[in-house]
C-alpha cells in the first residue's frame, strides 16, 4: 500500500537499499574479481564485440547524439569541483570537519583506487575510437568514470538525503550515473566489460566511503 501511495519515495528508499546492502557489496567484490580473471576470455570478447556492432548500428537517439555531453558527469574535473562545492556547502552548513574529510576521501579513494587496478591490469583501449576523439592515455579496465560517479554520487545522495528529504536524491544519483555509463557504452572508449567492471568497483568504493563516513564521525 506505501509504495502505491509513495512510489517516488519507495523507488527511492529501494535503490538507497540496493546500493548500500552487505549482500551486493559481496557480490560486486566476487564478480569484479570472476571478471578480471576472465574478461580475455572468448564469452566475454564476444560480449565486448556484440556490444560495439550494438552501438555502432544503433539509431542517433538522445543518449547516443548527447554521449559526449552526458560524459562529463563522470570526467575527474568535474568531479574535483563538484565535491569541493559540496565540502564547502555542508562545512558552513554542518561545521562538521568529519563530514568534508569524507567527502574528499570519497573522490580520491575512488579515482585513486581506479588508477592503481588500471596500472595493474593494462588493459590498452579499444582499437575501434574513432580518429576525430581523442584517445585516453591511460588503460580502460575498469572505466575510471563509471567507477567514480557511483561512490561520488551515491554518497552525496547519503549526505542530501539527511538535510534535504523532499527531493528523492539516491534516483537522482542513479539517472546521473546512468547517464555516464550510458555514455560510455555509446563512445565506445571502454570495453563492456570495462563498463561492468566499473560497475563493480564503484559499489565497493560506495560502501568502503560510507563505512569511512561513520568511523570518521565516531572520532
Not at 111 to 137: F, Q
Amino acid at each position: 500500500m506505501y509504495f502505491i501511495f509513495h512510489p517516488i519515495s519507495s523507488i527511492n528508499h529501494l535503490i538507497a537499499r540496493l546500493v548500500t546492502d552487505q549482500i551486493t557489496f559481496i557480490i560486486s567484490i566476487v564478480f569484479f574479481i570472476f571478471l578480471s580473471l576472465n574478461y580475455k576470455k572468448r564469452f566475454w570478447e564476444d560480449l565486448d564485440r556484440s556490444m560495439f556492432y550494438w552501438t555502432d548500428d544503433a539509431k542517433p537517439r538522445f543518449l547516443k547524439n548527447y554521449a559526449e555531453d552526458l560524459a562529463i558527469f563522470g570526467n575527474a574535473i568535474f568531479h574535483i569541483a563538484f565535491m569541493i562545492v559540496l565540502s564547502v556547502i555542508f562545512f558552513i552548513v554542518k561545521h562538521r570537519l568529519s563530514v568534508v574529510i569524507s567527502i574528499l576521501f570519497t573522490l580520491i579513494f575512488s579515482w585513486g583506487l581506479n588508477r592503481l587496478i588500471k596500472l595493474i591490469y593494462k588493459r590498452t583501449r579499444p582499437e575501434t575510437i574513432a580518429s576525430n576523439i581523442r584517445k585516453r592515455m591511460s588503460y580502460c579496465f575498469p572505466s575510471g568514470h563509471v567507477m567514480a560517479s557511483i561512490p561520488i554520487y551515491f554518497f552525496s545522495a547519503v549526505l542530501l538525503q539527511n538535510i534535504m528529504g523532499f527531493l528523492p536524491w539516491y534516483i537522482i544519483a542513479f539517472v546521473i550515473c546512468y547517464f555516464v555509463i550510458a555514455s560510455r557504452i555509446y563512445l565506445n572508449h571502454h570495453y563492456f566489460t570495462d563498463i561492468l567492471g566499473g560497475i563493480a568497483m564503484g559499489i565497493f568504493c560506495l560502501n568502503i566511503s560510507i563505512w569511512f563516513y561513520f568511523i570518521v564521525g565516531l572520532i
